[in-house]
């Protein structure tokens, strides 16, 4: 069975910064593309980083220069550094399996960013 | 960026009767097209990919139709658990982007 459980979230003041983890299990992680997709207390999904098998790494805009996506294939596990982070950022942050779309989700990990 | 405007933003009807979601994309994405079901205090779950295939376990009262830049996701007749958020989004260029989302609320 196909599992993706995120890890990490918190409170943390603006300007601060967070590491979100994904553990994947139930499948070979390494050959998976995966991604990072947020959701804003709400509001709707928005897409913010991917990685595929080899590393290649996109970003959306407003998190590009700030946050940094990782993996670490030994691990089965999919990272996420958050810097400099903003009122804005404040959501929860699910991690997905791409195989063409998002077939797998985790539950996610709400981070809020509040003084 | 492409955009995805999605319509009505609310759809109330009653449990049996047929729902019809529409998203327009502000630029062709061919087919790299798919629909989300969210409950609350659940992730997204995937319905349909490539604009027309049903993903693994998806009952056949839902499909979805549509290429280039306007897109239907059907329900042939709604069951109580069908009454959630369905989000498209597209995957044919970066960044890839998800509509706002369509309520579809018991009458």
């Known amino acids: 069975e196909v599992q993706l459980v995120e890890s990490g979230g918190g409170l943390v003041q603006p300007g601060g910064s967070l590491r979100l983890s994904c553990a994947a299990s139930?499948?070979?992680?390494?050959?998976?593309?995966m991604n990072w997709v947020r959701q804003a207390p709400g509001k709707g999904l928005e897409w913010v980083s991917y990685?595929?098998?080899?590393?290649?790494?996109y970003y959306a805009d407003s998190v590009k220069g700030r946050f940094t996506i990782s993996r670490d294939n030994a691990k089965n596990s999919l990272y996420l550094q958050m810097n400099s982070l903003r009122a804005e950022d404040t959501a929860i942050y699910y991690c997905?399996?791409?195989?063409?779309?998002?077939?797998?989700w985790g539950q996610g990990t709400l981070v809020t960013v509040s003084s | 960026e492409i955009v995805l405007t999605q319509s009505p933003a609310t759809l109330s009807l009653s449990p049996g009767e047929r729902a019809t979601l529409s998203c327009r994309a502000s630029?062709?994405?061919?087919?790299?097209f798919a629909w989300y079901q969210q409950k609350p205090g659940q992730a997204p779950r995937l319905l349909i990919y490539?604009?027309?295939y049903r993903a693994t376990g998806i009952p056949a009262r839902f499909s979805g139709s549509g290429s280039g830049t306007d897109f239907t996701l059907t329900i042939s007749s709604l069951e109580p658990e069908d009454f959630a958020v369905y989000y498209c989004?597209?995957?044919?260029?970066?960044?890839?982007?998800f509509g706002g989302g369509t309520k579809v609320e018991i009458k």
């Open positions: 139930g499948f070979t992680f390494s050959s998976y593309e």
């Open positions: 997905a399996r791409e195989d063409l779309q998002f077939d797998y």
């Open positions: 490539d604009a027309s």
């Open positions: 989004q597209q995957r044919y260029n970066w960044p890839l982007t």
């Open positions: 990685i595929s098998s080899s590393n290649t790494i």
């Open positions: 630029q062709s994405v061919s087919s790299y």
